[in-house]
């Protein structure tokens, strides 16, 4: 029977408060909390109610008792935060927060409130990735109205958020790429200065000085991210390829090979070792460098193209075309077809140089050859002599030489008219 009259007056304390009765409501509660100390759920009701009111200390002592009677009530530990984070007090907050996602990992209001007490923490970066879950978790639900809530909450935040490091590198490369580097350099010495031992930072400036001119400064910039991160695989062959840029070929041959005793086998030291010989026009070393690394990687169609323009350098054109067709092939069976085309009108350009080339050298074959037979055969001079020497008898003449070339294989055709005319002119002495 008490249990019966407890349980009216806590429905009456619902009806009252749905009705707005707050103060009747309070009243019900209170009698239902008086005949059944025990009752947790009408601690919670009239905490509710009583925090609507205002009363956020009754609210907080209505909670406390709940929880006593019930430690595993995921409402409780939200009710009673939000009543912290109305009296600013963020880490009893974070404490309940983080009592009510042990209970449930999945609460989508527990999250909310989290990204809350990190927003007024000023923890931007925390506070959007939670609200973010918690927009999530809302959607999961199909609660569209605290899922935008939740949207509308960090998209404010990412507007104010200071751009990551990431994000600064990022534009870092772009100004360098378009020559900006004048601002790219304002960049890196800002990031430096609130990240002295960033040795990327430290690369990437060593490339910007070294573009303006400074080469003094860029090497030493380098020589920093070294001594920053001496075993950083990256950073060593980010050094060789600054030194290939700002001019120092020289220099990067050392560090790539350095770095190839420790990596024998890394395609990329020696495709980057290839590219500094280029800078010193040493076409053969690098085509041999391009070829190791594509012993080690012969599906990439780039170093196929790198090869390709050393070889033609290097005057290979037939080589170069072979290797582009390598490269236009890979393209092909992998439906890049802007850089299959590419390929291929660079072979189709080459291949009329190729042609263009054979044509001219097989002319200046024909032409040397017939350079030397008219320098082997015999002046109009000479053959007048033999000709008076014999009377005129051409045939008696030819048959002189004829007689003189079986006795002396393999000279040349003037030296038999010199010969014969030689030996006639010694018989009528």
Known sequence: MTQEFNEDFFQQGLTKAKSGDRYGAIQSFSCAIASSPEFTEAYYQRGLVLFDLGDRQGALSDYDQALKLKPDSLDVYIARSIIHIALADIIAAQADIAKALEINPKSAIAHQLLGLTYKQQNQIEKAIATYKRAANLFLELRDEDNCRRCIESYKPLEAILPPSTEDIFASVQQKIDSSDYTNALIDLNWLLQIDPKNAKAFCLRGLTLGKLG????????????????????????????????????????????????????????????????????????????????????????????????????????????????????????????????????????????????????????????????????????????????????????????????????????????????????????
């Open 214 to 429: 400074d080469l003094q400064g860029a090497i030493k910039d380098l020589n920093q991210a070294i001594f920053l991160e001496p075993q950083n695989l990256e950073v060593r062959i980010g050094r060789g390829k600054i030194r290939v840029e700002i001019g120092d070929a020289q220099g990067a041959i050392a560090d790539f090979n350095e770095l190839l005793r420790e990596y024998p086998n890394n395609a990329d030291i020696y495709s980057d070792r290839a590219k500094a010989h280029i800078r010193l026009k040493d076409y053969r070393s690098a085509i041999e460098d391009f070829s190791r690394s594509l012993a080690l990687n012969n599906k990439n169609p780039q170093l196929y193209c790198d090869r390709a323009d050393a070889r033609y350098d290097f005057g290979d054109i037939k080589g170069a075309i072979d290797d582009y067709q390598q490269a236009a092939n890979i393209w092909f069976n992998q439906s890049v077809m802007d850089r299959y085309r590419y390929a291929l009108a660079r072979i189709n350009l080459w291949q009329s140089e190729l042609e263009k080339q054979n044509k001219d050298a097989k002319r200046q074959q024909v032409n040397a050859a017939a350079t030397v037979d008219l320098m082997q055969m015999p002046s109009l001079e000479l053959q007048q002599r033999l000709l008076g020497l014999v009377g005129g008898n051409m045939a008696i003449a030819q048959r002189l030489i004829d007689i003189a070339k079986q006795d002396h294989p393999n000279m040349p055709e003037v030296w038999y008219w010199q010969k014969v005319v030689f030996d006639l002119e010694s018989d009528q002495k």
